[in-house]
């Protein structure tokens, strides 16, 4: 067998691992707020800056479109946002909170911060690690989205 082919010696694997089992451990936070983790993704994204384009969105996530608005559409039966066309250009939709939306990020900053760093404590990584870690991360994403 090849050492390169090993599944103990990809990056690849644990990466995959590490965010499968992060996403499960967010599950009781966001089953209490009503709303999946892709649906949580997106309202972080709204709550930084309301009132953005589907596309806008889609790329801020590095998703496409076809895969955000059947999330969009859900949210809106929620009442969480609402969409409508855009001004300038019709062709656009906007994405917006509602006010269900807004008072999420209040209910999610009670639940998720502490509810994570509780899962986590275990861990010995310190702060200046998970932010090395995000930065080492993001230099990956940066490499291999283009």
């Not at 996403?23 to 009132?51: C, F, H, K, N, R």
């Not at 509810?115 to 230099?139: F, I, V, W």
Request: with cysteine.
């Amino acid at each position: 067998m090849h050492a390169e082919l090993q599944l103990d010696n990809q990056i690849c694997f644990r990466l995959y691992t590490a965010a499968r089992l992060i996403t499960q451990a967010y599950t009781p936070m966001l089953t209490e707020l009503g709303i999946t983790y892709p649906q949580y993704l997106v309202l972080m994204v709204l709550w930084e800056q309301d009132s953005q384009p589907v596309n806008d969105i889609a790329h801020r996530l590095l998703l496409e479109t076809n895969t955000v608005t059947p999330l969009l559409q859900r949210m809106e039966k929620m009442g969480i946002v609402t969409r409508k066309k855009g001004e300038q250009d019709k062709r656009q939709q906007i994405v917006s909170l509602t006010k269900k939306g807004r008072d999420m990020e209040e209910e999610a900053y009670k639940l998720i911060p502490a509810g994570m760093g509780e899962t986590l404590k275990a861990c010995p990584l310190q702060m200046d690690d998970y932010t090395l870690l995000a930065s080492e991360l993001d230099s990956i994403i940066e490499t291999l989205k283009k």
